[in-house]
Structures are given as C-alpha cells and as structure tokens.
T-cell receptor, first 116, second 110 residues
Framework: DGGITQSPKYLFRKEGQNVTLSCEQN?????MYWYRQDPGQGLRLIYY???????QKGDIAEGYSVSREKKESFPLTVTSAQKNPTAFYLC???????????????FGAGSRLTVL | GQNIDQPTEMTATEGAIVQINCTYQ??????LFWYQQHAGEAPTFLSY????GLEEKGRFSSFLSRSKGYSYLLLKELQMKDSASYLC???????????FGTGTQLKVEL
C-alpha cells in the first residue's frame, strides 16, 4: 500500500540537542511538506519542497532545517535554536496537477517530540 | 497574510445534522479544503471546493461562497465515530501551500 511513513512516532530529547525526524513516501508525489501542530493552534507550515534538491521556508522555519536529496524522503531536523520544539510534527505530500485530486495533502501519522 | 476562523468546539447528537462554519480572508484564493483529524492521528482529506456551490460526498457536504469568504462542512446522520477535529484550510496564490484554521472539535453524543 502506498503511503507516508514518519519515524519515530514518539521522541524524547534533552534541551540543546538536535533531532532529526524521518519522512518517507512511496506515492511518487513531487511535493512534500512539514507542519507543526500545537494544542489549540492550527497546523503551521515549517518547510516545503516541490521538487528534489529544492525547498522553501514556510511560516515558522526558524530553528529547523530540511533536505530533499531523494524524491521519496524529506527529513526534518529540529535544531537547538528552536525555542519551543515540543510539538506534534506532521509530514505530508501531494502530487502536482490540475485535476480535482491533485494537490490534496496526504499526511503521515505524525511524530510527537518532547524536549525535557 | 491569511486569516481563517472556525468555532473551537461543537456538540451534536447521534443521528442529527451539524454544520461547521469557516470564514477566511485572503488574497489570491485558490481553493478551500476540509480535513478530519482524530486525536493523535493524521488529518484525512474530506472535501475540496474551488468554485461556489455545494460539493456532496455521501454523508459529508461542503459549501463555498468566494464573495463572502465563507465555507461550511455539513455532516448528516451523525455517528459516534464522527467525533473529531475538523480543519478548514485555504490555498492562495501559486503553489500548494495551505493555511489551516485552528480546527473545530466536534463531540457527538448519544
């Protein structure tokens, strides 16, 4: 079955440590995204990539970094510069196109990061 | 920037109909999406509107009025499993960046 796999599902880290969240998709989607979700807030876009070897900052990119070396993979690194890293992180992908099914986001199951 | 408003919480009875509203302010509107999210899980796609009018999909329907910056999600024949958060999201300009509202937590009671 095609889908998006995020790992790990739960992650605990000490303050000041960098951590990398994995996101892999086998949907052959060109575009991939990282969102952050906090209680009482909507999903906020961190970074997105529309093609391999290219990515753009979203609304809250500070303290985060990404890479897109392969179409299937879009890992997110939460650096020590991120002031409030504890959150639920969601990866998503979409295919490009003009039909009604294009550009619909398919989400992974999420990674919950807790910084102690 | 974009501003999206939806109620924080709603409660409805099993078997009833509920309407969840979403208002938005944006330039370069290019589509409105509704997603369902159960607690601790990934959002799943429900509906997409880009033109004015009603889109029906089984028990779920979504309406859009671009001139009013308004959409609603209509859920019929409510079931207990419909208890979830419903997210309204707007796409504007080129590309496929979505801006999400804070979500409406729906509780379905017996």
């Amino acid at each position: 079955d095609g889908g998006i796999t995020q790992s790990p599902k739960y992650l605990f880290r000490k303050e000041g440590q960098n951590v990398t969240l994995s996101c892999e998709q086998n949907l052959n989607h060109d575009a991939m995204y990282w969102y952050r979700q906090d209680p009482g807030q909507g999903l906020r876009l961190i970074y997105y990539s529309q093609i391999v070897n290219d990515f753009q900052k979203g609304d809250i990119a500070e303290g985060y970094s990404v890479s897109r070396e392969k179409k299937e993979s879009f890992p997110l690194t939460v650096t020590s510069a991120q002031k409030n890293p504890t959150a639920f992180y969601l990866c998503a992908s979409s295919r490009q196109g003009t039909d009604s099914g294009a550009n619909v986001l398919t989400f992974g199951a999420g990674s919950r990061l807790t910084v102690l | 920037g974009q501003n999206i408003d939806q109620p924080t919480e709603m409660t409805a009875t099993e078997g009833a109909i509920v309407q969840i509203n979403c208002t938005y302010q944006t330039s370069g509107f290019n589509g409105l999406f509704w997603y369902q999210q159960h607690a601790g899980e990934a959002p799943t796609f429900l509906s997409y509107n880009v033109l004015d009018g009603l889109e029906e999909k089984g028990r779920f329907s979504s309406f859009l009025s671009r001139s009013k910056g308004y959409s609603y999600l209509l859920l019929k024949e409510l079931q207990m499993k419909d208890s979830a958060s419903y997210l309204c999201a707007v796409r504007a300009g080129g590309g496929n960046k979505l801006t999400f509202g804070t979500g409406t937590q729906l509780k379905v009671e017996l």
